[in-house]
């Protein structure tokens, strides 16, 4: 059981330069978000999914996209990766059905956009 | 609308004696309540949660916690810290029929603990 995955752990990019940060679930959850981690701040949530073929804004959605085409992958894609995105990324996946809702993470992706 | 406190960024105990990390939550719906634990440069694990059964909630490595609804509060005891507990603590509020905001983390607590 892999529960969610994330790809890859650690990433320097340039500042102008896209890249995509992947996530896949093989727990059938219908929900999923992207959180970005930035010291004293806690947890932001970017965007977030409640199926495929679903998504929507979070707190901090600027400069991010996302899709939804499964139910098993929600990647996230860096457009323009500029300074200001250099954080920890955390994907999530949980069971929206049920009163259960535990929220099942990924280990990270560690950004840094020089 | 839902939101959390974390009223504590920074708690540092001794080894062997209580812990307490305080979380206050606002839910229009009755909400799930979850404590996750970050050690540093790993992802999150979860400590315990709340879904409305019982109040008392038992979870990993010895933590509980206890569901004051009159309070509003979810605070996260132990009874004897360890070393290997310091790490950063995040309470997470999940309104089940809510999708605009979800799931809401606190801005953390960093738990210390002294020899």
């Known amino acids: 059981n892999a529960g969610v995955t994330q790809t890859p752990k650690f990433q320097v990019l340039k500042t102008g330069q896209s890249m995509t940060l992947q996530c896949a679930q093989d727990?059938?959850?219908?929900?999923m978000s992207w959180y970005r981690q930035d010291p004293g701040m806690g947890l932001r949530l970017i965007h977030y999914?409640?199926?495929?073929?679903?998504?929507d804004q979070g707190e901090v959605p600027n400069g991010y996209n996302v899709s939804r085409s499964t139910t098993e992958d929600f990647p996230l894609r860096l457009l323009s990766a500029a300074p200001s995105q250099t954080s920890v990324y955390f994907c999530?996946?949980?069971?929206?059905?049920?009163?259960?809702?535990?929220?099942?993470f990924g280990e990270g992706s560690w950004l840094t956009v020089v | 609308a839902q939101s959390v406190t974390q009223l504590d960024s920074h708690v540092s105990v001794s080894e062997g004696t209580p812990v307490l990390l305080r979380c206050n939550y606002s839910?229009?719906?009755?909400?799930?309540l979850f404590w996750y634990v970050q050690h540093p440069n790993k992802g999150l694990q979860l400590l315990l949660k709340?879904?409305?059964?019982?109040?008392l909630v038992k979870g990993i490595n010895g933590f509980e916690a206890e569901f004051k609804k009159s309070e509003t509060s979810f605070h996260l005891t132990k009874p004897s810290a360890h070393m290997s507990d310091a790490a950063e603590y995040f309470c997470?509020?999940?309104?089940?029929?809510?999708?605009?905001?979800?799931?809401?983390f606190g801005s953390g607590t960093r738990l210390s603990i002294r020899p």
């Open positions: 999530a996946s949980s069971d929206d059905r049920g009163s259960e809702n535990t929220i099942y």
């Open positions: 727990m059938n959850h219908e929900y």
């Open positions: 999914s409640v199926g495929a073929g679903i998504t």
């Open positions: 839910s229009s719906y009755s909400p799930s």
């Open positions: 709340y879904t409305s059964a019982a109040t």
């Open positions: 997470v509020v999940s309104a089940q029929y809510s999708s605009a905001s979800k799931i809401i």
